[in-house]
């Protein structure tokens, strides 16, 4: 069955700690996308990436950084900069451009 | 730059036909809009996207002027399950993604 996972669902990161969040994707699709979502707001886009080893800065990059090696792959990492980590994380994948985004479950991450 | 706007919240009841509509500028020309739908705690999910005129599938219909600064989502008769956040998503003129505030609908009995 086709679709995108994420892990973990829960994460719970430590001040000054670097955290990584996992989005795989079976979906054989070019573009991948991490967004951010804070309680009852809307998302808000960190990077996105439309090849393999290639990625852009979405609207709030600082403090984040990813990596696409692989087609699949699409981790994000929450680093010590980011200074109010606390949110939902949601992966996306689509074909590009405009085209329907599938999104994963989510990753809750909280700040011990 | 392009801005999208859409209701924070709406109200309707079971049965009824919901339009939530989302005001956009500057938008590519090419490009499709799209809407989405958001349970809690849960990824955003693919409703209906279109590029102009009228788009309707099993769930859901989309209407867009000819000037495409503004479009609209129909559900016809809702159910207590239809409530949910409602976002619109567009691409402005450099292709870059704008997500609507999204619209928090709730269906009373």
């Known amino acids: 069955d086709g679709g995108i996972t994420q892990s973990p669902k829960y994460l719970f990161r430590k001040e000054g700690q670097n955290v990584t969040l996992s989005c795989e994707q079976n979906l054989n699709h070019d573009a991948m996308y991490w967004y951010r979502q804070d309680p009852g707001q809307g998302l808000r886009l960190i990077y996105y990436?439309?090849?393999?080893?290639?990625?852009q800065k979405g609207d709030i990059a600082e403090g984040y950084s990813v990596s696409r090696e692989k087609k699949e792959s699409f981790p994000l990492t929450v680093t010590s900069a980011q200074k109010n980590p606390t949110a939902f994380y949601l992966c996306?994948?689509?074909?590009?451009?405009?085209?329907?985004?599938?999104f994963g479950d989510g990753t809750r991450l909280s700040i011990l | 730059l392009a801005k999208t706007t859409q209701p924070i919240s709406m109200d309707s009841y079971e049965g009824q036909e919901v339009n939530i509509t989302c005001s956009h500028n500057n938008i590519a020309t090419n490009d499709y809009i799209t809407w989405y739908q958001q349970f809690p705690s849960q990824g955003p999910r693919f409703i209906i996207q279109g590029y102009k005129t009228k788009v309707t599938n099993e769930v859901a219909s989309l209407f867009i002027p000819a000037d495409r600064k503004s479009s609209t989502l129909s559900l016809p008769r809702v159910s207590l399950s239809d409530t949910a956040v409602y976002y619109c998503l567009v691409m402005d003129s450099n292709y870059q993604l704008i997500w609507g505030a999204g619209t928090k609908l709730i269906i009373k009995p």
């Open positions: 990436s439309q090849i393999v080893n290639d990625f």
């Open positions: 996306a994948s689509s074909t590009g451009g405009g085209q329907p985004q599938h």
